[in-house]
Structure formats: C-alpha cells, structure tokens
C-alpha cells in the first residue's frame, strides 16, 4: 500500500466531498463542517490507502495569501451588507464564520520547442478618402483617414526554450478564473510544509498527461506572439505550427483563495470566492422572495388601508364638501401605493434572475 501522504512532510488527511467530488488535503484535526468548494455537503476523510487521487505529490511551489484573514471578513461582511432582501443565511457573521482559505493547483511547463510555422501576418496602412457632405446649403468635402490592413503570407521555423507556461491542474479552473481573475505568479515560494497552518489544499483533477493538451495552447500563443512580433506585423491570423517539444518540465504552483458560503430561501447553497492577492470577490447576492413578498404585502395592506379611508371620506363628501378633495388626494397616494407594492418582488426576482 502506497503511502503517499508521508511525501507532503507534515501531517494531513485526504478527505473529499460528496456532493462535487473535490478531494482536499488538510489538518486532520480541522475537517470543515461543509465542502469549502460547493457548501452542500460535509466533508469525509478518506484513507489514503484504497484511495489514491489521479496526482498525489506535493506541490513546488505556493504563493502566498496577500489578502490577510481580516481583509477576507471585510469583504464578505460589505458583500452581505449591499444584499436586498437577504435571505436568513446570508449574514455577515455567518459568512465570516464560513470563511476558509484554500490552495488551488496549478501547472507551470517548461519545454523545448523546434517547429515550423505559417501564418497570415497583418500590416496596417492608412488610406486617405474624401467624403462630400451638404451642409448649410452647400456641398462641403471632408478629408477621411482610414486604417486598412494588408495581409501576407508568411512562414518559418522556431527552435525556442519557454519557461513558465501555464495549464489548468483543474478542470474548474477556467470559471475560476472568470469569476474572480487571474493570479500574479511572480512572488511563488518553495513549498514548506506550513502551507497547511491555516489553510487546505486541493488536489489536481487534471494530471500533467490530462493537461498536455492545453499546454501546447498555450506554448502556441507563446510562439505565435513571437512570431508575429520579429515578422513587425500589427495583426496576425490563421497560425499553424508543427511543433517537437523536448525536455518538458512540470512544475506545480499552489494558489490562494477564500471561500464561504450560505444557503437561500429553497436550501439551495451559494458560494463566493475570493482572490488571495487582489481581494475581489465572487458570488451571486441571492434575494429572498418570501422576504421580498412580505414587504409587498405590507405596502399592499396600506394601499388598502388609502383605498378604504378615500372610500369613506367620498361618501362623507356628500354632506361635507371639503371631505371630497381629501378623498381624491388619498385615493392618489393610495393608487401611489399600491404600485409600489409591486417593486419588492419584482426588484427580488430581477436580481435573481439576471444579477450576477
Ligand atoms: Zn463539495
């Protein structure tokens, strides 16, 4: 039986969720309530004998959290404050609660590259046009620059050593990324052991054999740039390389982020995310609809209220003539009233629906 953990240096569990199927390791000490990731469900600790992940080593490198733990509560206690018709679970406190900072793998690739390449390289050039317009009676001629491109075939060969290029270890990574950007990787550190004094880390989903493919994307934008930039062209398309790489080194780099959670009206659980150097959070601010009802509701009930006291001043104004100027005002404010009755929900479902 393998007994992989002992390579980490210091003492975690594996544990995974059951819900998103993340495998974590962490303090055995320290299993979270909920899965850091979806917040659905607990989290089980595993034995690391019958379970072996699709990569088990210890990352080279980790970058440091920039945003401290305090930083952290700021953000998620503005995120819950800014929330209209919050449901019960999305709480400052209770979002602060949840916090948990978290390492996500990532691969950096070396390589050496010999390749032949095409390619349609764009120069631009300027044209110069005269456009005759009729203004004030008269026909005026206006000088137009425009920018056009002249595109050329070209080809060549490439023999090039690229450092540091990235691949996804997960196959969240791109939504990742799209939720809460992309992490500066200068300032990474070897790997120490307490890398877990505060935080879990999580195991790739995407070994390097799985992850090969997107490499080479990116080894091509590398070359591709390059190839463009000695051509001097300003534009460049339909890029095409035969590629040979050579002494492929993989490096793995531990990111940081928070994570929290809470769950709405119908048990249905949100995350949010937060970047571990700029701080930007991610996650949706769901709106309670029985909330957003109730107020309707009350506003309701005064519309009503207008309506029935409008309603009793109108006969009053029969014998008193004055009364029948009030009745009109308070049937206005009661019209008033009860449209805006409406804007809760609607503002409720809006935000539900389209907000991010
Ligand atoms: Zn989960």
């Not at 018709?85 to 709480?91: E, G, M, Q, R, V």
């Not at 992490?183 to 877990?196: E, K, N, V």
């Not at 009802?293 to 009503?304: E, H, K, Q, T």
Request: charged share 20%.
């Amino acid at each position: 039986m393998d007994k992989w953990l002992s390579e980490w240096q210091t003492e975690v569990a594996l544990a995974s969720c059951e819900q998103c199927d993340w495998l974590y390791l962490l303090p055995p000490t320290r299993l979270p309530e909920r899965c850091p990731h979806c917040g659905a469900a607990a989290v089980a600790q595993l034995d690391e004998t019958t379970n072996q992940p699709v990569y088990t080593h210890p990352p080279e490198l980790v970058l440091p959290f920039q945003v401290d733990a305090r930083q952290a509560q700021q953000k998620v206690l503005a995120f819950a404050k800014g929330a209209w018709f919050a449901p019960s679970d999305l709480k400052g406190e209770k979002l602060h609660g949840r916090l948990q900072p978290l390492y996500l793998p990532l691969w950096l690739v070396d390589a050496d590259v010999q390749a032949g390449w095409q390619a349609e390289m764009g120069f631009d050039y300027q044209v110069l046009s005269h456009r005759e317009e009729f203004q004030n009676n008269r026909w005026h001629t206006r000088e137009v620059k425009e920018t056009r491109i002249r595109w050329e075939p070209r080809v060549g060969t490439l023999q090039r050593h690229y450092e540091n290029r990235v691949a996804p270890a997960l196959e969240e990574q791109a939504a990742i990324e799209k939720a809460v950007g992309r992490f500066d990787l200068r300032g990474a550190r070897p790997y120490q052991p307490d890398t877990f004094a505060h935080a879990f880390a999580r195991l790739p989903n995407r070994p390097p054999d799985d992850a090969w493919s997107d490499a080479q994307i990116a080894f091509m934008q590398a070359a591709g740039e390059e190839c463009r930039q000695a051509a001097t062209a300003d534009h460049m398309r339909q890029y095409q390389w035969q590629p040979h790489f050579a002494n492929t080194h993989w490096t793995q780099l531990l990111y940081p982020i928070y994570t929290t959670y809470y769950t709405d009206d119908d048990g249905k659980t949100h995350t949010l995310t937060i970047h571990g150097q700029t701080g930007r959070l991610a996650g949706r601010r769901q709106a309670s609809m029985k909330k957003a009802r109730r107020w309707s509701l009350v506003i309701g009930a005064v519309a009503a209220a207008f309506f029935i006291v409008s309603f009793i001043l109108l006969l009053a104004g029969l014998v008193y003539e004055v009364a029948l100027v009030m009745a009109g005002l308070l049937f206005v404010g009661a019209v008033v009233t009860a449209v805006t009755a409406f804007i809760p929900i609607v503002a409720a479902w809006y935000l539900n629906h389209y907000s991010q």
